[in-house]
T-cell receptor
Framework: GAGVSQSPSNKVTEKGKDVELRCDPI?????LYWYRQSLGQGLEFLIY????????KSGLPSDRFSAERTGGSVSTLTIQRTQQEDSAVYLC???????????????FGNGTRLTVT | AQKITQTQPGMFVQEKEAVTLDCTYD???????LFWYKQPSSGEMIFLIYQGSYDEQNATEGRYSLNFQKARKSANLVISASQLGDSAMYFC?????????FGDGTTLTVKP
């Protein structure tokens, strides 16, 4: 398919373990975002990648959270030493950049539902 | 800093009636884009409508229209002829040179 792909769709982990969440954006979309959404709540911004620029990490809640984007495409969000409060749906989105950036909507993946027990 | 405010946590509307979902924004940028997304209970995020900061006409997409009042910094979504399938959470969002910022959402329930 041509949409944003996230894996895994569901992840159950024990408190204290590390997890990696993967996002494969739409081909040609150089802007990539990670958000976190708790049940029935809004979207909490985590991190934003735009082309080769330094990412905007201002939304990462603690130093246990990190993300990278390899080759300007696939992104991985890593949560170390998971805590129960990390349980949420993690959404990835991509959009066009450059001249079309401001009018290009975000295309979202289906999310990864993380449960920390 | 950018901020999106949606003051209605929940709204009810009778089927076939129109409903307005409120959104105000705060930015010092001159160039920005405003978006509305729908999130049904299935969890997917669906793009509905876009308005550019320099657009003089209000955007329309089928039953959706965006009431853009730049001086008031508001971008309300109007859904005409509501349908049961419109029941969902609705998010207002703004894009500028930096990240894309979302409001807290409004849960819309359409009554038969």
């Amino acid at each position: 398919g041509a949409g944003v792909s996230q894996s895994p769709s569901n992840k159950v982990t024990e408190k204290g373990k590390d997890v990696e969440l993967r996002c494969d954006p739409i081909s040609g979309h150089t802007a990539l975002y990670w958000y976190r959404q708790s049940l029935g709540q809004g979207l909490e911004f985590l991190i934003y990648f735009q082309g080769n620029s330094a990412p905007d990490k201002s939304g990462l809640p603690s130093d246990r959270f990190s993300a990278e984007r390899t080759g300007g495409s696939v992104s991985t969000l890593t949560i170390q030493r998971t805590q129960q409060e990390d349980s949420a749906v993690y959404l990835c989105a991509s959009s066009l950049a450059g001249r079309g950036f401001l009018n290009s909507p975000l295309h979202f993946g289906n999310g990864t539902r993380l449960t920390v027990t | 800093a950018q901020k999106i405010t949606q003051t209605q946590p929940g709204m009810f509307v009778q089927e076939k009636e129109a409903v307005t979902l409120d959104c105000t924004y705060d930015t010092s940028d001159q160039s920005y884009g405003l978006f509305w997304y729908k999130q049904p209970s299935s969890g997917e995020m669906i793009f509905l409508i876009y308005q550019g900061s320099y657009d003089e006409q209000n955007a329309t997409e089928g039953r959706y229209s965006l009431n853009f009042q730049k001086a008031r910094k508001s971008a309300n979504l109007v859904i005409s002829a509501s349908q049961l399938g419109d029941s969902a959470m609705y998010f207002c969002a703004m894009k500028n040179a930096g990240k894309s910022t979302f409001g807290d959402g409004t849960t819309l329930t359409v009554k038969p």
